[in-house]
Each structure stands twice: as structure tokens, then as C-alpha cells.
């Protein structure tokens, strides 16, 4: 090799052509801009602190909350918004603030932390459909407690809202998510049920979940069916949700009658229910006639979407075995509408009718709502609304209520003008 070309090749190699003090101003830059990389890789690993918490873990919608109380300036907002439809055309929408995607910087107990919120555009979330997201939070030093202290935070601040609530979930691909905000618990005396009614259901459930043992020995599955039937506004749901107030359980909202429920997905979903929880079917008759259509008026199926069979149903019914109580409560309007297999003992294990108002209930009503008010008058409303319109539900007494708020008397006088 000539040594021209020697030279030049040392003159292209930095470390060499330092030594021979051949460095251009390019290279130096170079060599700063490497230098500063690898600083910065080394002052990552050994000063900084990362916690990378991806969307599937539970804690995520946990901190989702935290950072959205902590953030409190932040004015990038993202809106989360549940819709839920039931099958009675019913709608429910709920709307949640949370940061949206990018990065936020939180002072927390005398740090700052960078919190960068990350949706992969291209990563889908095979289970629940939506997109791959992580948070990951980034603070100075080598201390770790700073992380725990925030799951802990962030978990309390879940529970207190939980507190005295009940939590709904529906059904999100593979997994359960909580709908909304937990609500506010539901006295159980606040839904008048026919006399006794409510006491039977109530006691019958608590027995149930007093005994695992009972069913153990057995080797009887350990769960419950319960199917409500009845008219509507008599408040069969009313009555549930209350209940698992009650007993300080949650609720998973299931749609039969959803069209991309299969039956494995069904099954899944039955089985990895939260702990502590009613399974709760609404309006089971109106699953299978929806889905009977022709594949020309039903596209879906059609296009050959995994269906849930009435088999499949069954199933699933008889397959939820765990160690935890597994209770499940059907409604419909229309108990002769259902196939005698879904509800032969053993599916459902108590049926309890839940119709309009009885006398005895309507007096009860009332008193629920004027508590100042005597007995008597009761007595009074009762009698003169059931010779109205023999058939009330609960719904509409209370609706009736509603605008004689401040007026027990007018209530009575205009028992009438009840809304059918
Ligand atoms: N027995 C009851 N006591 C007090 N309030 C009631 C009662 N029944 C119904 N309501 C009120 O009427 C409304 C509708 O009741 P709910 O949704 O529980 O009826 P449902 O029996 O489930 O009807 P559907 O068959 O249409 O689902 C609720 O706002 C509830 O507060
Ligand atoms: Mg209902």
C-alpha cells in the first residue's frame, strides 16, 4: 500500500487520526455527538428510572386515572366514551378524561416525572380489538419507590372510588372492562319488590355463597341460576343491581344478542369473570330470535362471523365451574318465549315472577317517597290507583311521583292522570 493511501486510511479512522493529529473539524463533531450519545445511554442506565406499564395490565386503567388527577394542567385530553345498548333499544354513554397520547410532566413528591402515553398505530390488541398502548413513566434517580408509591396511589384511588359502588362490566373482546365509573350502591329497600319476594332471592343468594363446602362434597358445580320474569318497568334490574350492592359484588353486563359473540368467546368470558361477581343475561328470549334471520337481512352471518348457538349457550352455562361462587341472573319479559332446556334446575335454579304492583306494594311505594306521610294515605293511593288501572308498574308509580315531588295529596287526587 502506498503511503499516501496509508495515511488516508488513518486519517478516516478517528482514534488513529487523533494520534496523528490529523483530525478534521467533521470528525471531532462526530466524535462529540458519539461521545454524547453514549453519556446519555450511561447517564439512562445508571441515573434515570423508567416503568413501562402496557394496556393489558390491570393497573393501566388505574394510572390512566392517577395521571389524569396529577396532570391536573395538562390540556391534552383524550375522551373515552362507553356506550352499551341494550336490548331493549336502551342506551347508555358515559364519558372519561384521560391524557391523551404523548408526553406529560408531573411534579410528584418532589420529582418531576416524565409520563409518556404511547398508541401503536400499527399494533392491534388481538383480544379486545383496540390499540396497542403502554404508558411509561420516567423519573431521576435509582429509586424505585417512587413507582411503587404510584401503583399504590393509583390502586387506593381505584378502590375509594369502588367504595360503596358497584362496578359494571362488559365485555371487551377476551376480557371484562369496567363500563363507566362504578356506580353508587342501590339500597336494596329502594326497589319495592311484592312482599317477600325480595327477602327469597336475597336469603337464597347469601346461602349460596355462605356454602362452597355444601357443593364441594358433592361435586356439585358451584354456581347459581336465577332467571327474573315479568312485565317491564317491574324492576327486575333494578332489583339485581341493588343486590349486588347488597352483597358488595359487581356486575357483568352481557349481551346475548351481540353479534360477535361465539360460542368459545362466550365460554372464555364466562370463565375469567372477575371474582365476586353476578353474570347478569338481560333479556335472554330476544337473543335467539334476532339471530334466526335470514343471512340477507343479518349480513353478519352471512359473512360467516362465529355465532353463538343455543347449544353453545348451554355450554357455556354448565361449564362455568370454578372454586368461586358463580352466580348468574337471567330477565326477560317473556318466560314462554324461552327453550325449557335453559331453564330446567340446575341452569336456573330459583324463577321468581316479578309482575306490577300489587296493593300492598303501592302502599309501600308511597310511603318510600312521602316518609312523612300516615299509613292511611298509603292505604289510600294504593286503593284508589288499583281501581284506576289494574295493571301499574313500578316504573310508572314512580314516575307518577315524580311530579307530585312536593305534593303527597296531589298524587292521591290525581292517581288518574297515571301515565300507561
Ligand atoms: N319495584 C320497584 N321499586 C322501585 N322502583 C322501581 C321498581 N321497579 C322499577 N322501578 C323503577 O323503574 C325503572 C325501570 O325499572 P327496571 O329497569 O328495573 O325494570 P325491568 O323490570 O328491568 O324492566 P325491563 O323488563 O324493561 O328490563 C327504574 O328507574 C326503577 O328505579
Ligand atoms: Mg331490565
Not at 44 to 62: A, F, G, N, Q
Not at 162 to 191: D, I, N, Q
Not at 207 to 226: D, V
Not at 228 to 236: N, R, V
Request: aromatic content about 10%; glycine content about 8%.
Amino acid at each position: 500500500m502506498p503511503l499516501a493511501d496509508f495515511l488516508g486510511a488513518l486519517k478516516d479512522n478517528p482514534y488513529f487520526g487523533a494520534g496523528f493529529g490529523l483530525v478534521g473539524v467533521g470528525t471531532a463533531l462526530a466524535l462529540a455527538r458519539k461521545g454524547a450519545q453514549v453519556g446519555m445511554v450511561f447517564f439512562r442506565r445508571h441515573y434515570m428510572i423508567t416503568l413501562e406499564v402496557p394496556s393489558r395490565d390491570k393497573s393501566y386503567h388505574w394510572l390512566l386515572s392517577w395521571i389524569t388527577k396529577h396532570a391536573k394542567h395538562t390540556q391534552h385530553l383524550s375522551v373515552e366514551t362507553s356506550y352499551l345498548q341494550h336490548e331493549s333499544g336502551r342506551v347508555n354513554t358515559q364519558f372519561d378524561f384521560h391524557p391523551s397520547p404523548g408526553n406529560h410532566i408531573i411534579w410528584y413528591k418532589r420529582k418531576w416525572i416524565r409520563v409518556e402515553r404511547t398508541r401503536e398505530k400499527q399494533m392491534v390488541d388481538l383480544h379486545t380489538g383496540t390499540p396497542w398502548e403502554s404508558v411509561t413513566f420516567t423519573a431521576l434517580g435509582r429509586d424505585r419507590d417512587v413507582f411503587f408509591s404510584i401503583l399504590r396511589e393509583a390502586r387506593e384511588l381505584a378502590l375509594k372510588q369502588e367504595e360503596g359502588r358497584t362496578v359494571m362490566y362488559t365485555a371487551m373482546g377476551a376480557e371484562w372492562r369496567p363500563f363507566g365509573f362504578p356506580r353508587r350502591r342501590r339500597p336494596l329497600r329502594s326497589v319495592v319488590l311484592e312482599h317477600g319476594i325480595a327477602e327469597r332471592i336475597v336469603d337464597d343468594v347469601k346461602e349460596f355463597i355462605a356454602n362452597p363446602k355444601w357443593y364441594i362434597e358433592r361435586g356439585i358445580p358451584y354456581r347459581r341460576g336465577y332467571l327474573l320474569y315479568g312485565p317491564p318497568g317491574c324492576g327486575k334490574s333494578s332489583f339485581i343491581t341493588a343486590l349486588a350492592g347488597e352483597l358488595g359484588y359487581s356486575i357483568c353486563l352481557m349481551s346475548l344478542s351481540d353479534r360477535s359473540l361465539s360460542d368459545d368467546r362466550l365460554n372464555h368470558l364466562l370463565s375469567v369473570a372477575p371474582q365476586q361477581s353476578i353474570i347478569l343475561l338481560e333479556d335472554v328470549d330476544a337473543a335467539f330470535i334476532s339471530r334466526e334471520l335470514l343471512p340477507t337481512e343479518n349480513p353478519l352471518a352471512y359473512q360467516g362471523m362465529g355465532r353463538l348457538t343455543f347449544s353453545g349457550l348451554l355450554n357455556a352455562l354448565d361449564g362455568v365451574a370454578s372454586s368461586e361462587a358463580r352466580i348468574v341472573f337471567m330477565t326477560t319479559n317473556f318466560i314462554d318465549r324461552l327453550d325449557p332446556a335453559l331453564i330446567r334446575p340446575g341452569r336456573v335454579d330459583l324463577k321468581q315472577y316479578v309482575g306490577y304492583c300489587s296493593r300492598w306494594q303501592l302502599a309501600q311505594m308511597y310511603g318510600r317517597f312521602y316518609p312523612g306521610e300516615p299509613a292511611a294515605e298509603g292505604e289510600r293511593f294504593a286503593e284508589r290507583a288499583l281501581a284506576v288501572q289494574p295493571e301499574l308498574s313500578a316504573a310508572q308509580v314512580q314516575g307518577h311521583f315524580m311530579l307530585y315531588k312536593m305534593d303527597p295529596a296531589g298524587s292521591i287526587e290525581n292517581v288518574e292522570k297515571i301515565e300507561h
